[in-house]
């Protein structure tokens, strides 16, 4: 067996958490713009036909390419103010998990139908 | 032993990316459970780190072929308009569905769930890829960060079994078919 495969190596120091947070939120934030996105092109016709960028695809091409194109340009913009930073990790953790479960609850029809 | 080229994009979309991808979530739930706890009496080795990253990489690459193949080649096929006066629905999924009000729901509440929800999984994968990838090991010196990532890796796998579950019944009632014909094995 390979010994360096298995050793222990020294502690390292903690790396700031802003770049995981950067991810994480904007996870939790692309996740919602997509159940926001979704919604607003079952509802509005005009916003349903802008958003079919691949026709035999329909609306869902548009609604998943503006989903993780807001899902990219936040994860960038939040990768940049934060990357060498310690952020809250505890409130941005918390953010993050319910804009995904918002999301994840928006995008079941009968609870999207109500609005 | 043939199968219809339609079909076997739906098996390799649905059975392929998709169950692998269904497969690996257990693993990368317990991984981070157990070996990324800031409380686990192990420390994580060097060669755990790089298995776990190659593991979390394979994953989100699954979960992004699943949604694209699903989005982009199976997807079409499934909302395909008939010509006006076609006698037979059965190579138009959306619109066989729709044509029995018993069967009208699979579309109305699995297609229009699973097409949206999917897409969490290669956000979710995505995201916790990164993090393993950046902070390896160190992520048990950062507990609130790894319960938040196994959060999104857990809601990612019930993204997937959604689309899983919705993905094969919608398959059974109303399969996906048409396009060349592949044979796959010849009779005796």
């Not at chain 1, 159940?35 to 607003?40: C, L």
């Not at chain 1, 804009?99 to 009968?110: A, Q, T």
């Not at chain 2, 686990?40 to 780190?49: F, G, L, M, N």
């Not at chain 2, 010509?83 to 009000?101: D, H, K, T, V, Y």
Request: include cysteine; aromatic fraction near 10%.
């Amino acid at each position: 067996m390979d010994s360096r495969d298995t050793r222990h190596s020294p502690p390292r120091p903690s790396l700031p958490s802003g770049y995981g947070a950067a991810a994480l939120l904007s996870a939790g934030i692309g996740s919602f713009a997509l159940a926001v996105i979704a919604n607003a092109s079952d509802h509005i016709a005009g916003f349903r036909r802008l958003m079919t960028l691949y026709r035999p695809t329909g609306p869902l091409s548009g609604v998943t390419t503006a989903a993780l194109v807001v899902w990219l340009i936040v994860w960038c913009l939040l990768h940049l103010r934060w990357r060498n930073r310690d952020v809250r990790m505890p409130m941005v953790s918390a953010a993050a998990i319910v804009l995904l479960i918002v999301g994840f609850l928006l995008m079941f029809p009968p609870i999207a139908d109500l609005f | 032993m043939d199968i219809s080229s339609h079909a076997l994009w739906s098996l390799i979309h649905g059975m392929g990316f998709g169950g692998l991808y269904l497969l690996a979530c257990s693993g990368a739930i317990v991984e981070l459970w157990r070996r990324f706890a800031p409380s686990s009496p192990t420390a994580v080795t060097s060669r755990d780190e790089r298995f776990v990253r190659i593991y979390f990489a394979v994953m989100a690459a699954l979960a992004w072929l699943a949604v694209l193949t699903g989005a982009y080649i199976v997807y079409p096929w499934y909302r395909a308009i008939p010509p006006a006066g076609a006698m037979s629905l059965g190579a138009f999924p959306q619109r066989l569905l729709l044509s029995n009000p018993s069967t009208a729901a699979w579309h109305s509440l699995g297609m229009e769930w699973k097409e949206h929800v999917a897409w969490l999984a290669p956000i979710s994968t995505t995201m916790a890829c990164a993090v393993l990838m950046r902070y390896g090991r160190g992520l048990k010196d950062h507990p609130s960060l790894r319960n938040a990532v196994l959060c999104f890796v857990v809601v990612a796998m019930v993204a997937a079994g959604i689309a899983g579950f919705f993905g094969a019944e919608i398959d059974d009632h109303a399969p996906v078919e048409g396009g060349k014909i592949v044979r796959m094995a010849h009779g005796g």
